[in-house]
T-cell receptor, first 115, second 113 residues
Framework: DSGVTQTPKHLITATGQRVTLRCSPR?????VYWYQQSLDQGLQFLIQ???????AKGNILERFSAQQFPDLHSELNLSSLELGDSALYFC??????????????FGQGTRLTVV | DAKTTQPNSMESNEEEPVHLPCNHS???????IHWYRQLPSQGPEYVIH???SNVNNRMASLAIAEDRKSSTLILHRATLRDAAVYYC??????????????FGKGTRLHILP
């Protein structure tokens, strides 16, 4: 158990809908990272937050947004869903930015299926 | 983003040592070398990291070349549970330049019983 909790574990929804994925970081971790993993794309970095503020951005679609709340949990919002958004979405947390914060701990992921 | 190069796949026999190479010829002085692995149907997990000196922990050893342009992850005695995709990643020491933790394609390690 990494200490990072992601909910829900599975989500099935229809095209055009909107969903929210939730991530609770390990106690004391201030950084949260979001990743998308589909079969043909590998692990794609989406976005990172540190202590409530956006710190780094990857190839995140405009239909996707995220935020980190004062209690440090994070939510990834996916809207106008398309079939191609079906993937595993991982959240990770670490103490702080960069390698000084050492390792990142990953959750078990949310499997999103868009039908 | 700093880049790493790893073989697509490797095979090893169970209970034998495994050496997983990684090239990072454009590494900067403030980049740490991190290794993660992803077991089937799980999220990635941290394995080890180092800056200049070789490092050991309960999971593996990390051997870093003197010029830091390459490194090798060593699993001393592979088990079937070590079958996974192994990722070599460079991370800036303070995260000011790049804190994205970019995963490449990694090396898929197959363990033969």
């Amino acid at each position: 158990d990494s200490g990072v909790t992601q909910t829900p574990k599975h989500l099935i929804t229809a095209t055009g809908q909107r969903v929210t994925l939730r991530c609770s970081p390990r106690s004391g971790d201030l950084s949260v990272y979001w990743y998308q993993q589909s079969l043909d794309q590998g692990l794609q970095f989406l976005i990172q937050y540190y202590n409530g503020e956006e710190r780094a951005k990857g190839n995140i679609l405009e239909r996707f947004s995220a935020q980190q709340f004062p209690d440090l949990h994070s939510e990834l919002n996916l809207s106008s869903l398309e079939l191609g958004d079906s993937a595993l979405y991982f959240c990770a947390s670490s103490v702080g930015p960069g390698a000084i914060g050492a390792e990142a701990f990953f959750g078990q992921g949310t499997r999103l299926t868009v039908v | 983003d700093a880049k790493t190069t790893q073989p697509n796949s490797m095979e090893s026999n169970e209970e034998e040592p495994v050496h997983l190479p990684c090239n990072h010829s454009t590494i900067s002085g403030t980049d740490y070398i991190h290794w993660y692995r992803q077991l089937p149907s799980q999220g990635p997990e941290y394995v080890i990291h180092g800056l200049t000196s070789n490092v050991n922990n309960r999971m593996a050893s990390l051997a870093i070349a003197e010029d830091r342009k390459s490194s090798t992850l060593i699993l001393h005695r592979a088990t079937l549970r070590d079958a996974a995709v192994y990722y070599c990643i460079l991370r800036d020491v303070f995260g000011d330049r790049d804190d994205k933790i970019i995963f490449g394609k990694g090396t898929r390690l197959h363990i033969l019983p």
